[in-house]
């Protein structure tokens, strides 16, 4: 949805089984543009969505990853953001311990629009980081898709 001078917002929907709406929440940030690339249902119901901040299309600039947490009525439950120039949520999964993995890329400040580094943050389910990783080569790093196998390895 276009709200103003190019920037967008970001609507989360949730429906039931037959297709009907149970709720919708708007998340905006004033001057900017929403872009939510992943979302998940957790063990407890709750949705998890991550994405990222676009301060400039042109430029492809955002303003941080961000990881929304709401409850199964869409109440808002918690918001953190990874600050970073160039930073997007790819993809999120509830590990069995019940926290957060999170993936995604950021810009390297030493190169700036030029080198990014994948991601792995991990959050507890108050929204708590426990762990943050970066991984980085000569290049571009990006982590798109992750899974958890049976044998409780991320990969």
Same mark, same amino acid.
């Given at each position: 949805? !276009?709200?103003? @001078?190019?920037?967008? $917002?970001?609507?989360?929907?949730?429906?039931?089984?037959?297709?009907?709406?149970?709720?919708?929440?708007?998340?905006?940030?004033?001057?900017?543009?929403?872009?939510?690339?992943?979302?998940? !249902?957790?063990?407890? $119901?709750?949705?998890?969505?991550?994405?990222?901040?676009?301060?400039?299309? !042109?430029?492809?600039?955002?303003?941080?990853?961000?990881?929304?947490?709401?409850?199964?009525?869409?109440?808002?439950?918690? $918001?953190?953001?990874?600050?970073?120039?160039?930073?997007?949520?790819?993809?999120?999964? !509830?590990?069995?311990?019940?926290?957060?993995?999170?993936?995604?890329?950021? @810009?390297?400040? @030493?190169?700036?629009?030029?080198?990014?580094?994948?991601?792995?943050?991990?959050?507890?389910?108050?929204? @708590?980081?426990?762990?943050?990783?970066?991984?980085?080569?000569?290049?571009?790093?990006?982590?798109?898709?992750?899974?958890?196998?049976?044998? $409780?390895?991320?990969?």
């Amino acid at each position: 949805i !276009e709200i103003s @001078e190019g920037l967008y $917002e970001g609507i989360i929907i949730k429906y039931d089984r037959n297709g009907i709406m149970q709720w919708y929440q708007i998340y905006e940030v004033p001057n900017t543009g929403v872009e939510l690339l992943s979302v998940m !249902e957790d063990s407890n $119901e709750n949705i998890i969505i991550g994405g990222g901040i676009v301060t400039n299309y !042109e430029l492809n600039l955002t303003g941080g990853s961000i990881i929304l947490k709401y409850n199964s009525n869409g109440d808002k439950i918690w $918001e953190r953001k990874i600050e970073n120039t160039f930073s997007r949520v790819r993809d999120i999964i !509830e590990n069995s311990l019940g926290n957060y993995i999170v993936i995604g890329h950021v @810009e390297v400040p @030493e190169k700036p629009y030029s080198d990014t580094n994948g991601y792995i943050y991990e959050y507890t389910p108050s929204g @708590e980081v426990v762990r943050n990783t970066e991984f980085g080569g000569r290049y571009n790093e990006y982590f798109m898709e992750i899974v958890q196998v049976e044998d $409780e390895d991320l990969e």
